[in-house]
C-alpha cells in the first residue's frame, strides 16, 4: 500500500479526477482541486505571516470545509479544531492554553469565540465557502491587514506537529495531545489497511470534524486510500436513510449512541438498505454492546467491525478484521497499527490471559502531552503509553476491554466493570441502551447504579431488572439504584459519559 509521513504526501497519489471530498446535494471536489486549494490555502497562511508550527484555532460547523480546512491547514501549520458548541468561558480556556496564532471562522458565523478572540488579541480570519464551487471549496478572508515573514514556511515535514487536540478532561485538566504528521498518517493508513479500503470507496461521515474519529478514521483514512469521504452537518438519525440513499456509501463509522439511533429508524426504511451498496460497519470511541452489533449485522446484512481507538494514539490501536478471519462481540480485536499489551502496575507486561492496563507503542502514538513532565511521567513506561484502560489479550490477540482504570467501580474493595453489567442489562428484551457508573456510598465507598433507556412501548421495573442481573451475576453486581430516563446525557461526540453521571443525576449526596 502506498506511505506517506505527512499530509502533504497523503493527499498527492489521489487520481486527479477522481472525487475527494463530498456533501449531500452538492457537487464533490477532485483530488486535482483539493491539492490546489491546499496549495493556495499554505501559500495564503505563508503572506499572513503563519507557517509550520503556529497554531490555527478551526471553529467551523461540521460540512465539507470543516474537512477541507483540517488538510488544507495541516499542509502548511497545525490545526487546533474547536467545538463550535463551546461556551465563552470554554473558548477563553482554549484559546489561551493553545496559545492560538489565528482563529478561522466561518464567514458570518455568530460565535463567542469572535469576542474572546477580540480580548486577546488573537486575529480572526473569516473562511468564506465558494457556493457556486465544489464542497469544500473555500477562500480566506481576514477580519483584519495581516501581513508578515513566518519562521518557518511552506509544506510541513513528518516530524511538524500536525494537529493539537484536548483530552476530554473528565477528572482533571484537559491535556495538550500534539499529533506529529508522521502520527496522524500511519494511523490513516493502518485504518485503510485494516478495512480494506480502495479507490472505490465512499465514506458518509456523521461524526463530528471536531473530534479524532471522524478527522482520522473518516476523512484521512479515506484520502489515503484514494477515497472519497462525503461530510454531512452532522449526525442526525431522521436524515441519515435519506442521505445513504442518495450518497450510497460503501461504509461508514461512528459511535455506539449513533449505530442505535439509527437501528431505531431501520424498520421505517427497509427498501432503502436492500438497496444499498454498504461493505462494511466501522464502530469505534466506546464499547458496543454485543446486542447492538448483532442487531446492525442482521438488518444491514454486512460485517460489522469494532476498533478501539484513542487521541494519544492518532485514534486507533486494535480492531476486528474484515471477514473471512473472525470477529467477535465485546472484543476490540486485534492490534492494527501499534503494539499493543498488558502490563500491571509495576510496569512489567503480562502473558496472554492476565487482567491489567492496555499499553501501546507504535508509529502512530503522541510523543508526550504538551508541557506536561508530570503526566509523561504516569502515561509512559519503558517506551510504552499506558490506556488507562483495563482488558485481557488472549492467546490469538485479541483485546477484551474491561473497562477504563478510572470507571471500574470499588464497591467495599470489590473492583467491578460497568461494561459487565451493561451487556447483561442489554440482554433484557425492554431495554434499548443502558449505562452503568458509580454513586458514592457512606460505607461501601461506591456503590452500583445504572441508567436505562427503554425500547419504545416496553415497560419493565426496577426489581425485575435487579432480578434480571442477580440470575446472571454476583449479587455484589447487581446495581442498587436503576434509573429509567428517555435519553442518557452525551457528550459532544456522542458518547455515554460515566464519569460525574451521578452528579449529573442527582445521586451524588
Given at each position: 500500500?502506498?506511505?506517506?509521513?505527512?499530509?502533504?504526501?497523503?493527499?498527492?497519489?489521489?487520481?486527479?479526477?477522481?472525487?475527494?471530498?463530498?456533501?449531500?446535494?452538492?457537487?464533490?471536489?477532485?483530488?486535482?482541486?483539493?491539492?490546489?486549494?491546499?496549495?493556495?490555502?499554505?501559500?495564503?497562511?505563508?503572506?499572513?505571516?503563519?507557517?509550520?508550527?503556529?497554531?490555527?484555532?478551526?471553529?467551523?460547523?461540521?460540512?465539507?470545509?470543516?474537512?477541507?480546512?483540517?488538510?488544507?491547514?495541516?499542509?502548511?501549520?497545525?490545526?487546533?479544531?474547536?467545538?463550535?458548541?463551546?461556551?465563552?468561558?470554554?473558548?477563553?480556556?482554549?484559546?489561551?492554553?493553545?496559545?492560538?496564532?489565528?482563529?478561522?471562522?466561518?464567514?458570518?458565523?455568530?460565535?463567542?469565540?469572535?469576542?474572546?478572540?477580540?480580548?486577546?488579541?488573537?486575529?480572526?480570519?473569516?473562511?468564506?465557502?465558494?457556493?457556486?464551487?465544489?464542497?469544500?471549496?473555500?477562500?480566506?478572508?481576514?477580519?483584519?491587514?495581516?501581513?508578515?515573514?513566518?519562521?518557518?514556511?511552506?509544506?510541513?515535514?513528518?516530524?511538524?506537529?500536525?494537529?493539537?487536540?484536548?483530552?476530554?478532561?473528565?477528572?482533571?485538566?484537559?491535556?495538550?495531545?500534539?499529533?506529529?504528521?508522521?502520527?496522524?498518517?500511519?494511523?490513516?493508513?493502518?485504518?485503510?489497511?485494516?478495512?480494506?479500503?480502495?479507490?472505490?470507496?465512499?465514506?458518509?461521515?456523521?461524526?463530528?470534524?471536531?473530534?479524532?474519529?471522524?478527522?482520522?478514521?473518516?476523512?484521512?483514512?479515506?484520502?489515503?486510500?484514494?477515497?472519497?469521504?462525503?461530510?454531512?452537518?452532522?449526525?442526525?438519525?431522521?436524515?441519515?436513510?435519506?442521505?445513504?440513499?442518495?450518497?450510497?456509501?460503501?461504509?461508514?463509522?461512528?459511535?455506539?449512541?449513533?449505530?442505535?439511533?439509527?437501528?431505531?429508524?431501520?424498520?421505517?426504511?427497509?427498501?432503502?438498505?436492500?438497496?444499498?451498496?454498504?461493505?462494511?460497519?466501522?464502530?469505534?470511541?466506546?464499547?458496543?454492546?454485543?446486542?447492538?452489533?448483532?442487531?446492525?449485522?442482521?438488518?444491514?446484512?454486512?460485517?460489522?467491525?469494532?476498533?478501539?481507538?484513542?487521541?494519544?494514539?492518532?485514534?486507533?490501536?486494535?480492531?476486528?478484521?474484515?471477514?473471512?478471519?473472525?470477529?467477535?462481540?465485546?472484543?476490540?480485536?486485534?492490534?492494527?497499527?501499534?503494539?499493543?499489551?498488558?502490563?500491571?502496575?509495576?510496569?512489567?507486561?503480562?502473558?496472554?490471559?492476565?487482567?491489567?492496563?492496555?499499553?501501546?507503542?507504535?508509529?502512530?502514538?503522541?510523543?508526550?502531552?504538551?508541557?506536561?513532565?508530570?503526566?509523561?511521567?504516569?502515561?509512559?513506561?519503558?517506551?510504552?503509553?499506558?490506556?488507562g484502560d483495563q482488558g485481557v489479550l488472549d492467546e490469538a490477540g485479541y483485546l477484551r476491554l474491561t473497562g477504563r482504570l478510572k470507571e471500574i467501580i470499588n464497591r467495599g474493595g470489590e473492583k467491578i466493570s460497568p461494561l459487565e453489567i451493561d451487556t447483561v442489562l442489554m440482554d433484557h428484551p425492554a431495554v434499548q441502551q443502558?449505562?452503568?457508573?458509580?454513586?458514592?456510598?457512606?460505607?461501601?465507598?461506591?456503590?452500583?447504579?445504572?441508567?436505562?433507556?427503554?425500547?419504545?412501548?416496553?415497560?419493565?421495573?426496577?426489581?425485575?431488572?435487579?432480578?434480571?442481573?442477580?440470575?446472571?451475576?454476583?449479587?455484589?453486581?447487581?446495581?442498587?439504584?436503576?434509573?429509567?430516563?428517555?435519553?442518557?446525557?452525551?457528550?459532544?461526540?456522542?458518547?455515554?459519559?460515566?464519569?460525574?453521571?451521578?452528579?449529573?443525576?442527582?445521586?451524588?449526596?
Amino acid at each position: 500500500m502506498y506511505r506517506a509521513d505527512t499530509v502533504v504526501g497523503l493527499i498527492e497519489h489521489g487520481h486527479e479526477g477522481d472525487l475527494a471530498i463530498g456533501a449531500p446535494g452538492r457537487p464533490g471536489l477532485s483530488y486535482g482541486g483539493l491539492r490546489e486549494l491546499a496549495r493556495r490555502t499554505v501559500a495564503a497562511l505563508n503572506a499572513l505571516g503563519i507557517g509550520r508550527g503556529e497554531r490555527v484555532a478551526l471553529v467551523l460547523p461540521n460540512g465539507p470545509e470543516m474537512a477541507t480546512a483540517f488538510v488544507s491547514f495541516a499542509c502548511g501549520a497545525t490545526t487546533a479544531p474547536l467545538n463550535p458548541a463551546y461556551r465563552a468561558e470554554e473558548f477563553e480556556f482554549y484559546l489561551s492554553d493553545l496559545n492560538a496564532r489565528a482563529l478561522v471562522i466561518l464567514e458570518g458565523m455568530e460565535s463567542p469565540a469572535r469576542a474572546v478572540a477580540a480580548a486577546r488579541g488573537i486575529p480572526v480570519i473569516e473562511l468564506v465557502p465558494e457556493a457556486s464551487g465544489p464542497a469544500g471549496l473555500f477562500t480566506l478572508k481576514p477580519e483584519r491587514p495581516l501581513s508578515g515573514t513566518p519562521a518557518r514556511a511552506g509544506f510541513a515535514e513528518a516530524e511538524d506537529v500536525a494537529l493539537v487536540l484536548h483530552t476530554s478532561g473528565t477528572t482533571a485538566r484537559p491535556k495538550i495531545v500534539p499529533l506529529r504528521h508522521v502520527n496522524v498518517t500511519a494511523s490513516a493508513f493502518h485504518i485503510g489497511q485494516t478495512l480494506e479500503l480502495r479507490r472505490e470507496d465512499v465514506c458518509l461521515n456523521i461524526m463530528p470534524l471536531f473530534h479524532i474519529h471522524g478527522l482520522i478514521a473518516a476523512v484521512l483514512a479515506s484520502l489515503a486510500a484514494g477515497g472519497q469521504v462525503v461530510c454531512t452537518p452532522g449526525f442526525n438519525a431522521l436524515k441519515f436513510f435519506s442521505w445513504a440513499e442518495e450518497v450510497r456509501p460503501t461504509w461508514y463509522t461512528a459511535v455506539p449512541t449513533m449505530h442505535q439511533a439509527i437501528l431505531s429508524r431501520a424498520s421505517r426504511n427497509t427498501e432503502s438498505i436492500r438497496a444499498g451498496r454498504l461493505r462494511l460497519i466501522r464502530s469505534s470511541s466506546a464499547s458496543l454492546p454485543p446486542q447492538v452489533m448483532e442487531e446492525l449485522e442482521q438488518v444491514f446484512g454486512v460485517p460489522v467491525i469494532e476498533s478501539y481507538g484513542m487521541t494519544e494514539a492518532s485514534h486507533q490501536m486494535a480492531s476486528n478484521p474484515l471477514p473471512p478471519r473472525p470477529r467477535y462481540a465485546g472484543s476490540v480485536g486485534v492490534a492494527a497499527g501499534p503494539e499493543v499489551a498488558i502490563m500491571d502496575e509495576a510496569g512489567n507486561l503480562l502473558p496472554p490471559g492476565s487482567l491489567g492496563e492496555v499499553v501501546i507503542r507504535g508509529r502512530n502514538v503522541m510523543a508526550g502531552y504538551e508541557n506536561n513532565p508530570e503526566a509523561n511521567a504516569k502515561a509512559f513506561s519503558q517506551g510504552w503509553f499506558r490506556t488507562g484502560d483495563q482488558g485481557v489479550l488472549d492467546e490469538a490477540g485479541y483485546l477484551r476491554l474491561t473497562g477504563r482504570l478510572k470507571e471500574i467501580i470499588n464497591r467495599g474493595g470489590e473492583k467491578i466493570s460497568p461494561l459487565e453489567i451493561d451487556t447483561v442489562l442489554m440482554d433484557h428484551p425492554a431495554v434499548q441502551q443502558v449505562v452503568t457508573f458509580a454513586m458514592p456510598h457512606p460505607k461501601l465507598g461506591e456503590e452500583i447504579a445504572a441508567a436505562v433507556v427503554l425500547r419504545e412501548g416496553a415497560s419493565v421495573g426496577e426489581r425485575e431488572l435487579q432480578d434480571f442481573v442477580s440470575a446472571r451475576l454476583a449479587d455484589f453486581k447487581v446495581p442498587r439504584k436503576i434509573l429509567f430516563l428517555p435519553e442518557i446525557p452525551k457528550g459532544a461526540t456522542g458518547k455515554l459519559q460515566r464519569i460525574g453521571l451521578a452528579a449529573r443525576l442527582g445521586l451524588s449526596s
